[in-house]
């Protein structure tokens, strides 16, 4: 791997997640102005306390804060629905909706074929032409995303699936995330639609005792 | 909040780490050494 410079990193860093806050701490008060340049929100110098530090901390929270919401939001406490700028996004298939949720329900994390597979038709042999029926409701997702304008929350790989979790809001990942808020919204319902989303909602029980 | 450290210097890394673990609004602090051009 090359060598970078703080500022090449930064700029690297903010490609992969422009959402992030980049706070610069050095000893050479010249870096200042290049800092700010790759939108750093803040700038430490050396010698620094924690007071500095802290009120460094504050303003990247108060940024974050006052950032504005995604568009795309995920409910999943009681019935499963996408929705954009506040309307729900329609599905013409309903197995494809299921993917969608299942992938949510990992939370970023990659669903191979056969796992999707396993949950969406649980009683079906894995052979080619349920592979078949898998990809004719992979396609219909992505055209679904697209026409609703949010085709970058899904990440596609050639046997597997993932969500981009940065690119939208979801009630059960604010609870993850400790979001007062999001407990208020709990109502003891998780995706009730769907069978394979009792152990989630298990864990959810569980977590808020 | 979560906070990612990035420095060559392993007394910088551990330093800054030390006055963040005081911050009460940081929950989880990660670091990374790696080698930098000046």
Known sequence: ?209 | MKVMIVDDEPIAVESLALVCSEIPDIDEINCLLMSMTH
């Open chain 1, 1 to 209: 791997m090359s060598e970078l410079s703080g500022l090449e990193l930064a700029k690297s860093l903010q490609e992969i997640d422009d959402t992030m806050k980049l706070i610069f701490v050095t000893g050479y008060p010249s870096y200042a102005v290049p800092a700010f340049e790759v939108n750093a929100i803040g700038y430490i110098l050396k010698p620094y306390n924690k007071e500095r530090v802290e009120k460094e901390i504050q303003k990247a929270k108060r940024i974050q804060l006052a950032a504005p919401k995604s568009r795309v939001f995920v409910r999943t406490f009681g019935r499963f629905d996408i929705f954009v700028d506040g309307i729900a996004v329609h599905f013409s298939s309903a197995k494809a909706k299921e993917l969608l949720a299942i992938l949510i329900d990992r939370q970023g994390g990659i669903v191979t074929m056969e796992q999707a597979i396993t949950i969406l038709w649980e009683n079906r042999e894995y052979d080619l032409r349920v592979k078949n029926l898998y990809r004719a409701v992979s396609k219909s997702l992505r055209d679904t995303l697209k026409n609703a304008g949010i085709s970058d929350i899904l990440i596609e790989n050639r046997n597997s699936r993932s969500i981009n979790k940065t690119k939208l809001d979801c009630d059960y990942y604010q609870l993850l995330d400790g979001k007062p808020e999001a407990k208020k919204h709990f109502f003891g319902e998780y995706m009730f639609e769907y069978s394979w989303a009792e152990i989630t909602l298990t864990q959810i029980q569980e977590r808020l005792g």
